[in-house]
């Protein structure tokens, strides 16, 4: 898998967009960005995923560099529930979708 | 149904005893994964089954035993675990291996050794 680095936590306040970056600079032409998250105590919830271009769905928009180095998902309005750990991810892309997690970022939506 | 199911949600073993944990789905997905995930770390994939046919172990001890008996069922017996195995387990499905196909993910179980 392309390596992924995130930063280990952020704040946001409730309401506001919440962007988290990822940095992929080693990903290859073929390589999709995921985006998972996890709730405490849940199983890892599916955001969502993009290749080159943007990406929206309804639960948040998934913003890709020109040259694919880099990516941030937007939750628009983020809520208390929003609060989680958001896993940026670059699956091989032959073969089974391993998804190898990182150690991710810790959003803490603020009221 | 856009659920997995896991059972039990927590169990407590000794060393010596059998267990199984159960995870099921009814989307129709033809893949599904067991993860293990310790306290504060992220989760590490240890099996992928597609179309009920083992494709993926990581590697995983001989002590986790991984049984897919039909698209919908995805079991993991245990057996003559260790005090570190404690952990929680996570069952997802996908409707297909490869990408493209999101992983859809139980709430685990969570698994004590004594």
Known sequence: DAKTTQPTSMDCAEGRAANLPCNHSTISGNEYVYWYRQIHSQGPQYIIHGLKNNETNEMASLIITEDRKSSTLILPHATLRDTAVYYCIVPLPQGAQKLVFGQGTRLTINP | DTEVTQTPKHLVMGMTNKKSLKCEQHMGHRAMYWYKQKAKKPPELMFVYSYEKLSINESVPS????????????????????????????????????????????????????
């Not at chain 2, 260790?82 to 698994?111: H, K, M, W």
Request: glycine residues 8%.
């Open chain 2, 63 to 114: 002590r986790f035993s991984p049984e897919c008996p039909n698209s919908s069922l995805l079991n993991l017996h245990l057996h003559a675990l260790q005090p570190e195995d404690s952990a929680l387990y996570l069952c997802a499905s996908s409707q297909r291996v490869g990408i493209g196909n999101e992983q859809f993910f139980g709430p685990g179980t969570r698994l004590t050794v004594l």
